[in-house]
């Protein structure tokens, strides 16, 4: 079954969340537009409403990750799901059980939707395959492949700063080669018709394929960040990485850190994004993950009202069509 078939109700509304690749454009902006009727309750003296009042939410990350794991646990608890976070360093799977086993233990627990983290690509395909009916799947991040939520939050971000996609020139700048939020990026970026999508990195940084995925692809930082609107900055993600990659960090910061001096190539009013955790110094100076172009922490603020609207939809049109088969 294909991740567009999987990720889709018969009627075309969204069941699991497993990829950007395949989602229409009309359905892109359909979360942002659900993201942004959450996005005042982070202010709200109560945060909560009832959407997902007595499911249960299974956090289930594989690899750790405090931020995407906290923003996902306090999306769940806002929409007054009660939220099961496992630990997997005691969990069964380390003691030898299948991972198919482990969800399904789970899921015998009644829990109605399982946000999961992995180190493989695919592996949360394969488990949106064979859960239950009822149960929504969501990735939040599965080895090289894609992190379709950090792609979303980082559009809702963009859209808050920049109203017209067909008008813009982004920057995505760095690990390209492993980045699994790049590739949702750019899948996302080009589904909303982007101007022009411009990677920036070494040739040891970026993929074999990177001709085919249709962005503009730069070596050198200077010429590439020249009149762009977004710099998305991404990690060096040395746990990755085979050894002979990189020189060192204090050369990969000579050639691609940003600092101020190469923001001013941008558009005055370009703003810097990062994913998270930025290492400073390394792939950002502080006074420009500081300074006032970064919407970094908007991005980590924004990343709460995109994972609600996307549990909220996911789950409620899951069973819908479930309860319709019944």
Do not use: C
Not at 1 to 21: A, I, V, Y
Not at 69 to 78: G, S
Not at 79 to 99: F, R
């Amino acid at each position: 079954m294909s991740t567009h078939n999987l990720q889709l109700t018969p009627d075309g509304k969204l069941q699991h969340l497993l990829d950007t690749e395949g989602l229409s454009r009309s359905l892109i902006e359909h979360i942002l537009d659900q993201s942004e009727s959450f996005i005042d309750l982070n202010t709200a003296s109560i945060k909560k409403v009832p959407l997902l009042q007595g499911k249960t939410v299974a956090n289930l990350f594989f690899e750790t990750s405090t931020r995407t794991r906290t923003t996902f646990e306090l999306a769940a608890k806002r929409l007054s799901a009660d939220v099961l976070n496992v630990n997997i360093a005691t969990s069964a799977t380390s003691k030898g059980e299948t991972l198919l086993d482990t969800i399904k233990n789970i899921e015998a627990m009644h829990s109605d939707m399982f946000v999961v983290r992995h180190a493989d690509s695919g592996a949360v395909n394969f488990l949106a395959q064979h859960v239950a009916p009822h149960v929504s799947v969501i990735n939040a991040g599965d080895g090289r492949h894609a992190h379709p939520t950090q792609a979303l939050l980082d559009l809702f971000t963009i859209r808050r700063h920049k109203t017209d996609f067909k008008k813009l020139r982004i920057a995505i700048v760095g690990d390209i080669l492993h980045s699994r939020v790049a590739r949702s990026q750019i899948h996302a970026l080009k589904t909303m018709a982007t101007a022009e999508i411009r990677v920036i990195a070494p040739r040891t940084l970026l993929p074999t394929s990177i001709a085919q995925w249709g962005v503009s692809v730069f070596h050198d930082l200077q010429q590439g960040l020249r009149d762009v609107d977004v710099i998305i900055m991404l990690r060096l993600q040395k746990e990755r990485m085979q050894s002979g990659l990189l020189p060192s960090e204090h050369e990969f910061y000579h050639s691609y850190g940003l600092t101020p001096e190469r923001l001013r190539l941008a558009k005055p009013d370009a703003i810097v994004m990062h994913p998270g955790p930025a290492n400073r110094g390394v792939e950002i100076a502080s006074s420009v993950a500081d300074g006032p172009q970064s919407v970094i922490l908007e991005q980590v603020t924004n990343g709460i009202a995109v994972r609600m609207a996307v549990m909220a939809m996911t789950l409620q049109n899951r069973q819908q069509t479930a309860s319709a088969k019944t």
